[in-house]
Structures are given as structure tokens and as C-alpha cells.
């Protein structure tokens, strides 16, 4: 049966997003003076999350967003989980930390019915599009795979790969946070942040002014943009794209996630699409990167037309179910944030205290977001981290080299 109607969009986030000028008033009965007042920027996964384990920590959240919540590449992200694949590298403490909350916020929130959040099994395939697969090659494979797919593998089961709706996720999140804990939501774009006595100041653009006592820039891609980070930390965007489809008999997908090599038939370069069922009915399809400027609004963010192209061809050739039958829901394209070593970018900023950044979390934005957002909250809440050691992502890194604050 098909989850659709178990997935409400939140309702509150229309209603309740807070006018700037309201949301700059410092009126002595609105703030508690003895509540931390935490800035948040950024709306996607990574702010909501920050956003929600700092209000649940006591702190008086503001968060700023130019657009609208999960907006841009965590509305658009294919939300995918996994347990162990970071291991061996500095991400990994990062990424079993995040896994294990993902599930326990599943728990808290009825993730499976309001997110989609459930567990999957993970398949690595091979597919030439001139081939056509042996049948006994193609008996090992979930019946909705009829393609030219061979050479299966299991790469994730149940135990160590889940999924989520992205968008969903980051809007259930926002809405708990404002709901239970007083979270409030200002739509307006940060021109500049201010340090300075032990206060943060983020100026609005149109004239506003927000004070608090520390600010967390959570700004993906739009880092590199961001004055006062650019000159100390590089992040640079990596455009992908996706579409969404509807297929017909929705309940013939199981929950396998596929992840391919793909060898197209005019004999280019293999590709590395992946295929993402999801319990709402859809299908979500996404491959076809390249780095690209980044725009100053997600909102003129444009798929190029052959990228989209070309994964409507992967998905037709993998699958009669997502063929010339399937709705397209959406043809997208996202930027996500990348750093040149390829590690993210979470702590406090160098010479400017009460001012953090966290960004940079490339593809495992959405696996990363709850670790991510406890330990920041933690780290601004009672200077240091227990979820995880922030120590290797610091942006302290990029000052002279040495990784060390100085």
C-alpha cells in the first residue's frame, strides 16, 4: 500500500515563520534574559538540526533563513543512510554517531510514518545499456529490476543502510523544535555577522538587526558567498542533479537502494547513478555532477536538460517500471557543499568567538545533520563536544596549516 497520504508537509512552517521585525524585538517578556540566545543561519538539514538540539538544550533559538526551509540541496538530496561507508577515514566517528541518532529520532518523531525513515538493502549493480543479462543472472535481482543489470552485490542490508524523505525530515524537525521548544523562524537573508563582548550581531538584509550570544553559520554552498567565512574557509559547490518518479504499480518497488555503474551504449565514460525507492510511491533518481558557480538564491538554481535527460535513460533501462509509464514528479538540480580535502567544517571560527560554522558535508549532508547539530549544540551550549570529537573538522585547519587554533 502506498505511504502517500502519511506524509502531511508541516502545516506550522507556513504559519508560523516569523516576521523579521517581530522577531527583532527585545522586549524583556518575549526573551528569558537568563535563556542563551543562539543565532542559527542557514534552513537546511544541518541549521534545522542545530536549531532543534539547541533548543532542546535550553538555548532561545532564532533561526534565519533566505528562502524557505530545506529549500535547496536538503529538499533535494536523496536522503540516504549509511552505517559504516565512512569508516577508515576522519568522517566516520562523525557518521556512526549520526546513523544510530537517526534512529532514535525515527523513534521520537514516528519518523517511518511523518519522514519515511526505514531501513533498506543496498545493491551494487552493473548495467550496459547494449547488454541484455543471462534470466539466472537475472533471478538473483528484486523482480522490479528487469533490465540489462548484472553482477549484484550486496554493499548494505537492514542493519547498516536506512533511508529518509530529506525535505520531510527537515520539516518534521523545524516544526518539533518550534512546536516544543520555541524555535523561531526569520525569512530574510544574513548580509553580516558581528562579534564582539561576548555578543553576535546579524545584520538582515532590508535594515534588520538580530543580537544574540553566539551564532551558528550553517550555510552549504552559500559559504564561499558569506564575507566574513570566504577568506578563511573554501567551500565550493558540486551541482547534482535528480528526478522523481511516480511509477504506475508503486507497490511492485521494494526497498532496495541501487547504487551503478553505468555503461552508456555510445560508448562514453561509465557512470555512478543511484536509485533511491522511497515509501511514498516514489522513486527518486540522482547522478550527473559537475562544478559549477553557485547563484545567489536556491530559488535560481536551473537543471541542465541533458543531465535530467540522461537519468530518465538510466532509469527506463534499469527498470520497466520507471520507463515511458512513470510520472515525472521533479526534475531538479542541488548544489552541494565540498571542501578541498573533503572533510567538513564544524567548530568555532578563528579570531571571532561566539561565531560557528558548520558546512561542507558534500553528499552525507542528510546522514550527517543530528550528529552535526548535537555536537554544535553542545560545543556553543558548554564548549565542547561529547557526541563526537569536533577536533579534526575545525576551521582552525585552514589557518596556517597546522590545524591548531591559534
Not at 543512510?81 to 577508515?88: P, R, S, V, Y
Not at 550527517?368 to 585547519?397: H, I, K, Q, W, Y
Request: with cysteine.
Amino acid at each position: 500500500m502506498s505511504m502517500k497520504s502519511l506524509f502531511p508537509v508541516p502545516s506550522r512552517l507556513v504559519s508560523v515563520v516569523t516576521n523579521i521585525r517581530a522577531s527583532m524585538d527585545n522586549d524583556p517578556q518575549k526573551i528569558d534574559p537568563n535563556r542563551k540566545r543562539v543565532l542559527v543561519c542557514g534552513g537546511g538539514v544541518i541549521g534545522v538540526c542545530t536549531a532543534y538540539f539547541l533548543s532542546k538544550k535550553g538555548a532561545a533559538v532564532t533561526l534565519i533563513e533566505q528562502s524557505s526551509i530545506a529549500c535547496a540541496a536538503s529538499g533535494k538530496a536523496g536522503g540516504f543512510l549509511a552505517l559504516d561507508w565512512c569508516d577508515g577515514g576522519p568522517v566516520s566517528s562523525l557518521a556512526r554517531a549520526s546513523f544510530n541518532l537517526h534512529r532514535s529520532l525515527a523513534e521520537e518523531l514516528n519518523g517511518r510514518e511523518s519522514y519515511g525513515y526505514r531501513p533498506v538493502n543496498t545493491l551494487s549493480l552493473s548495467v550496459a545499456e547494449s547488454e541484455n543479462p543471462p534470466r539466472s543472472q537475472k533471478s538473483k535481482l528484486p523482480p522490479w529490476i528487469d533490465g540489462p543489470a548484472k553482477s549484484p552485490k550486496t554493499i548494505g542490508t537492514t542493519e547498516t543502510t536506512a533511508q529518509v524523505h530529506p525535505q520531510l525530515f527537515t520539516q518534521t524537525l523545524i516544526e518539533k523544535a518550534m512546536t516544543d521548544y520555541g524555535v523561531e523562524i526569520v525569512t530574510g537573508k544574513v548580509k553580516s555577522v558581528e562579534t564582539g563582548e561576548g555578543k553576535v550581531t546579524a545584520v538582515v538584509e532590508g535594515g534588520g538587526v538580530i543580537d544574540g550570544d553566539a551564532v551558528v553559520l550553517a550555510l552549504g554552498p552559500w559559504t564561499s558567498k558569506f564575507t566574513l567565512l570566504s577568506s578563511v574557509i573554501r567551500v565550493h559547490g558540486v551541482k547534482a542533479h535528480s528526478i522523481v518518479l511516480e511509477p504506475k504499480e508503486a507497490d511492485a518497488i521494494t526497498a532496495d537502494a541501487l547504487f551503478l555503474t553505468y555503461s552508456p551504449a555510445n560508448g562514453g565514460p561509465p557512470m555512478d547513478p543511484e536509485i533511491y525507492p522511497r515509501p511514498t510511491g516514489e522513486v527518486y533518481v540522482c547522478g550527473m555532477s559537475s562544478e559549477e558557480e553557485i547563484p545567489d538564491d536556491p530559488g535560481q538554481i536551473v537543471p541542465n536538460g541533458v543531465s535530467i535527460g540522461v537519468l530518465k535513460r538510466v532509469a527506463a533501462t534499469v527498470s520497466s517500471h520507471l520507463g515511458e509509464e512513470a510520472r515525472v514528479k521533479a526534475e531538479q538540480a542541488c548544489f552541494l557543499p565540498c571542501t578541498d580535502d573533503s572533510i567538513p567544517v564544524i567548530g568555532e571560527v578563528p579570531g571571532m568567538k561566539g561565531c560557528f560554522v558548520a558546512t561542507g558535508h558534500s553528499c552525507w549532508g542528510i546522514l550527517n545533520g543530528p550528529a552535526t547539530g548535537a555536537a554544535v549544540a553542545e560545543l556553543v551550549m558548554d564548549g565542547c563536544s561529547t557526541v563526537v570529537d569536533l577536533s579534526r573538522f575545525s576551521p582552525a585547519r585552514f589557518v596556517g596549516g597546522s590545524g591548531r587554533r591559534r
